[in-house]
Nanobody, 126 residues
């Protein structure tokens, strides 16, 4: 599948942003998907994931601030109360053979994720 992210940009600390990821070749049954982020020089980290049934899981530092959701072939990440440490490039990814999720965030370095978007930059200014 092809994944295309949008919605990144610059925002003041405490503000909100919504990221979107359009999924091509999406089937009605769905599959596991998620949002990941990376700062230059650091490893990519999981932010939020959702399984085929819509069950979410979040990284500890975004719980209560970020919400992952999906609507047909669009994956969303609603981010609020943004902090400067949320500044990163955000990637949408999918495991097209996964239905039931990983019981939390998938294990690094994410070998099961077979499709990745090109990323969208989020900058939070303090």
């Amino acid at each position: 599948v092809k994944l295309v992210e949008s919605g990144g940009g610059s925002v003041q600390a405490g503000g909100s942003l919504r990221l979107s990821c359009e999924v091509s070749d999406y089937n009605s049954r769905g599959f596991c998907m998620g949002w990941f982020r990376q700062i230059p020089g650091e490893e990519r980290e999981g932010v939020a994931v959702i399984d085929a049934d819509g069950n979410p899981a979040y990284a500890e530092d975004v719980k209560g601030r970020f919400t992952i959701s999906k609507d047909k072939n669009i994956l969303f990440l609603d981010m609020s109360s943004l902090k400067s440490e949320d500044t990163a490039k955000y990637y949408c990814a999918a495991d097209t053979s996964c239905l039931a999720g990983w019981g939390g965030l998938p294990p690094t370095p994410y070998p099961a994720l077979d499709s990745w978007g090109q990323g969208t930059l989020v900058t939070v200014c303090s």
